[in-house]
Structure formats: C-alpha cells, structure tokens
C-alpha cells in the first residue's frame, strides 16, 4: 500500500502499537461531544487497519479508551478469509462474499472475518494452503490473504 493510502487516526495508547490490528467500528454517543472526534472518526466503518506509526505526539483525554488516545498512522490491512477453491487464484481480482457458516465450524472466522466489506473487490495476495480448508457442509474453500483494491 502506498503512502498516500494511509490516514492518521487517534486510539486507544493501550492499543497505539506498530503492527497492531484492529476493525473500526465507527462513532458511539460518547464521540458527540468530544472536540477531536473528527481526527478518531476518519476511518471507514467495518474495514480491518494496521498501525503503520505510533506518533510521538501527546495523549488525549478518551471518554472510551481507557481514558486516553494517541495518534497513529493506518493503512488497510489484509484480510484473511474463505472462498470457493476454484477461485482462490493469487493475483485475481475477487467481488468478496461471505461464506454462510455454522458458527460452530472451527472455520467460522475465516468464513465471516471481520474487516471484509461484502460485495467489496479484493485482490488475492496469497492462497494459504494449496488442499481445501474442513468444511462440514461440503463446500471446497481455500483460506485467501485479501488486499483492498482502493
């Protein structure tokens, strides 16, 4: 991802650490007030991001956040999920879809991850395993690294 696709955001200190993960997910009634809302709520709602940067500015009083922030440079992070093997092709361009999951399936997270957009168009970066992943309903998928194409 190039320079220009990341954003400085504010998060909780406890969390404002190099190569750390994390899904935005979007205000709460606690952000209304708050004078630097505009600086935490920059981000898209749903997306998985990675801190890219810790900056070495201060600490700012959190109403959420264990009672302080701290800025931070993003950038959109890969996503790992499931897709149908036969289209698990590294380098190909993908309209994402969650798989229907039991939540009882050790697969679960891979099926439904956190951080993919529905509908979104993704670029496979990496196929993890070239066999199938155990699936109980039958379906033949393969665990995929996901990049936006934003």
Same mark, same amino acid.
């Given at each position: 991802m190039q320079k220009k696709d990341r954003a400085i955001t504010l998060i909780g200190k406890r969390?404002? &650490?190099? $190569? @750390? #993960?994390?899904?935005? *997910?979007?205000?709460?009634? #606690?952000? #209304?007030?708050?004078?630097?809302?505009? +600086?935490?709520?920059?981000? !898209? !709602?749903? *997306?998985?991001?990675? @801190?890219?940067?810790v900056r070495r500015s201060a600490e700012h009083d959190c109403l959420l956040h264990d009672g302080s922030v701290r800025?931070? !440079?993003? &950038? =959109?992070?890969?996503?790992?999920?499931?897709? &149908?093997?036969? %289209?698990?092709? %590294?380098? +190909?361009?993908?309209?994402? *879809?969650? @798989?229907?999951?039991n939540e009882d399936c050790e697969n679960? $997270? =891979?099926?439904?991850?956190?951080?993919a957009v529905d509908r979104h168009k993704y670029v496979i970066t990496r196929v993890l395993q070239n066999s199938p992943i155990s699936c109980p309903r039958g379906l033949s998928l393969k665990p995929v690294e996901l990049q936006t194409e934003d």
């Open positions: 969390i404002a &650490e190099k $190569d @750390v #993960e994390f899904v935005y *997910r979007g205000p709460t009634d #606690e952000c #209304e007030p708050c004078k630097l809302h505009k +600086s935490c709520l920059n981000l !898209e !709602e749903g *997306r998985r991001y990675r @801190v890219v940067s800025a931070v !440079e993003v &950038e =959109l992070a890969p996503v790992l999920a499931a897709l &149908e093997a036969k %289209k698990a092709i %590294k380098g +190909s361009t993908v309209i994402y *879809r969650p @798989v229907e999951c679960a $997270d =891979l099926c439904t991850p956190l951080g």
